[in-house]
């Protein structure tokens, strides 16, 4: 049922009639890893990470009122899992914008505090920063059924909030995700912040949490970065977890950097991760990178080291 879905989706997208009648952009990333594990886990996988396909378009109304809209696809690359997760949808939403008011969109879509980070380099990769700060997946997560609201900029400042529905809930609550942020954001400097509540979710080792997270990211003149974020949380069973990070990208040409990050995560016992890459940067944000991740999970027992040899392209 899903391939079918996808080829009508894929006709859709190609057909001129459509391409004609509504002004639309198509994108996709494509990436793919080869991944060389060592310590307690040993193994050498190809990896997808996050490929995907997507449309999105926007449309002016009467009354100065502007109609956005996005669907997007998430596929792997290297293994169909006989099926199971082979495509997955990522954001996918209809929305309306005023000048004045803001925008507002409903459908699926990451919460506000999600997108309240600014200090990601490692996007998609062994490295991400969910190894340590956002693990908790009720507090880094794509939700279904949402409503998000984002304000019109005040100045270098922009509100953004957002709740998910939760459907058919015996106990009555109307949602299982709330959500709110703010950034301040100006060429070099950017600021987030945010506050999430959790109600209930899928997985039952994280119903009922809320937590705080603040991201601090600054861009040199000459291209270097640097990036600091603190996320503390806490669970309706009284147990909490806190992290920071620190990462940075030195520019060394036009076409190469170095990129690093170090992060901790404190539960019951500490998590640490670390990470340095070497980029070669192909333009229009595609790259092909080598990356050595380190991450030592005290939780679970687990010390794995790994080298990731990465392809991303983006189009």
Do not use: C, W
């Not at 279904?144 to 019109?152: Q, V």
């Not at 595609?286 to 392209?313: C, P, R």
Request: hydrophobic share 35%; charged share 25%; net charge neutral.
């Amino acid at each position: 049922m899903k391939n079918i879905a996808v080829l009508v989706l894929g006709s859709i997208l190609v057909s001129p009639t459509v391409m004609a009648a509504s002004p639309m952009e198509f994108y996709g990333i494509a990436h793919i890893s080869i991944d060389s594990l060592s310590g307690t886990t040993k193994d050498l996988q190809v990896k997808s990470r996050s490929s995907r396909l997507g449309m999105k378009g926007e449309k002016t109304f009467k009354g100065d009122l502007q109609g956005f809209y996005k669907f997007e696809i998430q596929y792997d690359m290297a293994d169909d899992n006989n099926g199971d997760d082979f495509i997955k949808s990522r954001n996918m939403y209809v929305g309306i914008k005023d000048k004045d008011l803001g925008s507002l969109l409903i459908g699926r879509h990451d919460t506000a505090m999600k997108k309240a980070i600014g200090i990601k380099i490692f996007s998609d990769t062994v490295a991400e920063m969910t190894s340590v700060m956002g693990k908790d997946v009720g507090l880094y997560t794509r939700a279904n059924n949402s409503i998000f609201y984002k304000s019109k900029k005040f100045g270098q400042i922009q509100v953004m909030a957002s709740v998910s529905t939760l459907e058919g809930d015996a106990a009555n609550k109307a949602f299982d995700v709330q959500s709110i942020a703010a950034t301040y954001k100006t060429k070099k400097l950017y600021v987030g912040l945010a506050h999430e509540t959790v109600t209930d979710f899928v997985a039952p080792a994280i119903q009922g949490q809320e937590g705080s997270r603040l991201t601090v990211g600054y861009t040199f003149d000459s291209g270097n970065k640097v990036g600091v974020g603190y996320e503390s949380g806490k669970y309706d069973t009284g147990a909490d977890h806190k992290a920071y990070i620190i990462n940075g990208v030195m520019k060394l040409s036009e076409m190469y950097k170095l990129k690093a990050s170090y992060g901790q995560r404190t539960a019951a016992k500490d998590e640490t991760a670390y990470a340095i890459a070497f980029v070669r940067d192909l333009g229009d944000k595609s790259e092909l990178y080598a990356i050595f991740h380190s991450d030592n999970d005290e939780n679970d027992s687990t010390d794995v080291q790994t080298l990731s040899l990465g392809m991303k392209y983006v189009f």
